[in-house]
């Protein structure tokens, strides 16, 4: 290809960067944040309940875990009043657990600021060590995806690295199987103090399709603090950044 065909081809495809992370808009089809109307549930239906692959729907009221939910249409296709609908928020990340769960107080999601020492830390630059703890790869491309010239995560200063020795933190993607928590484990007590701990996709957070699984190990949670929940299977890469900013308390 010549420098003209590329010059061509660079103006037919327009300008690729994703400027306002906060206000892009997503294709129309694509499924994030679930709004959820209890009062229009039909007594005695437990539709949705019966279709969810991962048992993040429960009842009396209605409510959905972002933590489990695998955002496949199946509670609204099956909902006969229409109370659960997917839009195109994709901004869900949080530092609570429990805000993780439609509707109530986490309504509106919006991740909580990190720590002062955190933010004094890591307010201007984040170096992050990603670990694939048995995931099928979903995440894995999303993160990938940070990296490119449409998201170009590292204009905020934020970067995966290949050792964490050299990170400030560890992304963790899968559900944890057993062939991996020894990994992971050394992968976390290499990175220097202080470090944080993010949780990306439904597997990380929740197990996802493999909460029941006998090959996992989820003792990581158990013995560590989690610093940011992002939910999504997978996570869109403007979840993950728009996470990651409000953690560290930056507007972008």
């Given at each position: 290809m010549?420098?003209?065909?590329?010059i061509?081809?660079?103006?037919?495809q327009?300008?690729?960067?994703v400027?306002?992370?906060r206000?892009?808009k997503p294709?129309?089809?694509?499924?994030?944040?679930?709004?959820?109307?209890?009062?229009?549930?039909a007594?005695?239906?437990?539709?949705?309940?019966?279709v969810?692959?991962?048992?993040?729907?429960?009842?009396?009221?209605?409510?959905?875990d972002l933590g489990?939910?695998?955002?496949?249409?199946?509670?609204?296709?099956?909902?006969p009043k229409?109370a659960?609908?997917?839009?195109?928020?994709?901004?869900m990340?949080?530092?609570?657990?429990?805000d993780?769960?439609?509707?109530?107080?986490?309504?509106?999601?919006?991740?909580?600021?990190?720590?002062?020492?955190?933010?004094?830390y890591?307010?201007?630059?984040?170096k992050?060590?990603?670990v694939?703890?048995?995931?099928?790869?979903?995440c894995?491309?999303e993160l990938?995806?940070l990296?490119?010239?449409?998201f170009?995560?590292?204009r905020f200063g934020?970067?995966?690295?290949?050792?964490?020795?050299h990170a400030?933190?560890?992304?963790?993607t899968?559900?944890?199987?057993k062939a991996?928590k020894?990994a992971?484990?050394?992968?976390?007590?290499?990175?220097?103090?202080?470090?944080?701990?993010?949780?990306t996709?439904?597997?990380?957070?929740?197990?996802?399709?493999f909460?029941?699984s006998?090959e996992?190990?989820?003792?990581?949670?158990e013995?560590?603090?989690?610093?940011l929940?992002v939910?999504?299977?997978?996570?869109?890469?403007?979840?993950?950044?728009c996470?990651?900013?409000?953690?560290?308390?930056r507007?972008?």
């Open positions: 010549s420098i003209f065909d590329s061509k081809l660079r103006i037919l327009g300008d690729p960067i400027h306002d992370v206000g892009a294709p129309a089809r694509f499924r994030a944040f679930p709004e959820v109307d209890p009062k229009a549930c007594q005695g239906c437990d539709a949705c309940v019966k969810c692959p991962t048992n993040a729907i429960t009842l009396n009221p209605l409510k959905i489990k939910c695998v955002f496949c249409p199946a509670c609204e296709i099956a909902c229409k659960i609908h997917f839009t195109n928020n994709y901004i990340a949080s530092t609570r657990r429990e993780l769960l439609v509707p109530g107080f986490a309504q509106s999601i919006t991740p909580e600021k990190a720590s002062e020492k955190i933010r004094n890591f307010g201007r630059s984040l992050l060590r990603q694939s703890a048995g995931g099928c790869n979903g894995e491309l990938n995806a990296n490119n010239v449409n170009d995560m590292g934020i970067e995966f690295t290949a050792s964490p020795r400030d933190g560890i992304v963790i899968g559900p944890i199987t991996m020894n992971l484990d050394i992968c976390y007590e290499a990175v220097p103090n202080p470090k944080i701990v993010i949780l996709g439904s597997c990380a957070i929740s197990g996802g399709v909460q029941e006998k996992t190990d989820r003792k990581f949670m013995e560590n603090k989690v610093d929940y939910p999504g299977c997978p996570p869109h890469p403007l979840t993950f950044i996470g990651v900013l409000d953690f560290l308390g507007k972008g």
